[in-house]
């Protein structure tokens, strides 16, 4: 099942938290479950820090499991607004956090880099669950930054697109990029060295993992690029988590293939790196 019921009951009842998983000893199926139990216990804890009651989490995750189902996707949004499904079947108080102010998407370019790191970070989180991972520049993206009116009309969570167009959506729904940006940079002559400049165009900072040191001032909304065999662009994430003290320890939200379970996923860092990595990191 999607959402292990097992795994949350270990994780409520008895405080112990879910082990993360390493990408070698498991397969991209348990990897998504891992990842839809922690976005469920994640909602869940946040509404009930005290403990949730027994019986609405049974019916929560029997519900969001059968909608998997039909639509194999479980995003942060959907975990919500199904829980408060249930509160109000079992005629419990609602919890569900009050909705940010509407806005129009990317009505403005957040103000300094703390500001910018926390709309990429937000809209990144809301897309957990989401996509289905493919090497190299996609369809699904091209068609969308060539739409009318992307911002109106968000690719859809089922598209098929690679681990850096997932940070680009993330960064234009953000206000960090603008659409016109996103199709100069296809349409140039070399888009990955465009793609390249546009996540970097602030400056970066970079790390090699044959270097034992491993102090860094990554931030919560910093992209991360791993570069290897000459692709600065081999793997893109954000960084969800600080560690000053070991980049490793860092949490990130990744969109890749076996190691992240093909969907838009939260991963150790340390588990997307080789020891020879070099690897960028950069705030929009």
Not at 132 to 150: D, L, Q
Not at 262 to 267: E, G, M, P, Q, T
Request: hydrophobic fraction near 45%; charged fraction near 15%; proline fraction near 8%.
């Amino acid at each position: 099942m999607p959402i292990i019921a097992d795994d949350v009951d270990i994780a409520l009842l008895y405080g112990q938290p879910l082990r993360r998983l390493t990408p070698s000893m498991s397969n991209p199926n348990q990897i998504r479950d891992r990842e839809h139990t922690t976005i469920f216990l994640e909602e869940i804890q946040l509404r009930y820090p005290a403990g949730a009651p027994a019986h609405l989490v049974t019916a929560a995750i029997n519900a969001i499991n059968a909608m998997y189902a039909i639509n194999p996707r479980i995003n942060p949004a959907l975990v919500r607004a199904e829980i408060s499904n249930q509160e109000i079947g079992l005629m419990l108080p609602g919890t569900a956090p009050p909705a940010p102010p509407a806005a129009a998407a990317a009505a403005a370019v957040p103000v300094g880099a703390p500001a910018r790191r926390a709309a990429l970070l937000e809209r990144m989180q809301s897309r957990r669950g989401a996509y289905t991972w493919k090497e190299g520049r996609s369809a699904a993206f091209t068609a969308w930054i060539g739409g009318a009116t992307p911002l109106l009309n968000p690719i859809s969570d089922n598209a098929t697109i690679n681990c850096w167009e997932a940070v680009l959506v993330a960064a234009a729904e953000g206000g960090l990029v603008t659409i016109a940006q996103l199709v100069h940079a296809y349409g140039a002559a070399n888009p990955d060295a465009a793609v390249y400049n546009l996540l970097t165009h602030g400056g970066t900072q970079q790390l090699n993992c044959a270097n034992p040191a491993r102090a860094n001032n990554i931030q919560p909304g910093d992209v991360i690029m791993v570069e290897n065999v000459g692709q600065n662009l081999h793997h893109v994430m954000v960084a969800l988590t600080a560690n000053p003290a070991d980049y490793g320890l860092i949490e990130v939200l990744s969109l890749w293939g076996t190691h992240g379970g093909f969907i838009l996923s939260r991963a150790a860092l340390s588990y997307m790196l080789l020891p020879i990595t070099v690897f960028r990191y950069s705030t929009l």
